[in-house]
């Protein structure tokens, strides 16, 4: 398997709150790709982070990415209730494409 | 139009019967994917074409065929339904290899 333990499977939290979504991932990847499922639709990318960026934000998002430790992490800033969804991680490899297990997030009004 | 259909959105089928999903996109992608996803796991690539080569993991090599008779249309084939493969399939397209993949909505198959 391409992936290491997820921290969470699961996250309830309240709105305006932040939270921190992590992954880890066993083997060299140039990008890690993060996406969001809604209910009744497929994936969706939010944040798309390069291996040569340590950090890349998109209004409330902000991915990081460590080589080093093989890690990557998404944050969402002041969560509302329409960030309520599934969120993968995701690496893409030589003629691959790996998702990670995925957290579902639930945010309460 | 960044939109990937497929067809059908639902599907039954009767074990030992063959299965037939279509995907289709409008935005000249060169690369066609298809995952199967089960509930609390992660999508899991089954194959790929890049243009009109074929790409299948080397573990579901024998369980799924596929066919792209143009750019804009894949097809994922299952000869003969078992129930391990009711689940949800979903079809996604992208530029290349490396580039942000599109998603349909899914087909999700329930094998009886």
């Known amino acids: 398997s391409q992936w290491g333990e997820e921290n969470l499977q699961a996250l309830s939290i309240q709105e305006g709150e932040d939270v921190t979504m992590n992954c880890s991932y066993k083997t060299y990847t140039t990008v890690v790709h993060w996406y969001r499922q809604d209910s009744g639709r497929g994936p969706a990318l939010i944040i798309l982070?390069?291996?040569?960026?340590r950090e890349k934000r998109s209004g409330r998002l902000r991915a990081t990415l460590d080589t080093s430790s093989q890690s990557s992490s998404l944050s969402i800033t002041a969560a509302q209730c329409e960030d309520t969804a599934v969120y993968f991680c995701?690496?893409?490899?030589?003629?691959?494409?790996?998702f990670g297990k995925g957290t579902s997030l639930t945010v309460i009004p | 139009d960044t939109t990937v259909k497929q067809n059908p959105r639902y599907k039954l089928a009767r074990v030992g019967k063959p299965v037939n999903l279509i995907c289709s996109q409008t935005m000249n992608h060169d690369t066609m994917y298809w995952y199967q996803k089960k509930p609390n796991q992660a999508p899991k690539l089954l194959l790929f074409?890049?243009?009109?080569?074929?790409?299948r993991e080397a573990d579901t090599f024998e369980k799924f065929q596929s066919s792209r008779p143009n750019n804009s249309f894949c097809s994922l084939y299952i000869g003969s339904a078992g129930l391990e493969y009711s689940a949800m399939y979903l079809c996604a397209s992208s530029r290349h290899n490396y580039a942000e993949q599109f998603f349909g909505p899914g087909t999700r198959l329930t094998v009886l």
């Open positions: 982070i390069r291996s040569n960026e």
């Open positions: 074409y890049y243009d009109k080569i074929l790409n």
């Open positions: 995701a690496t893409t490899g030589y003629q691959n494409f790996y």
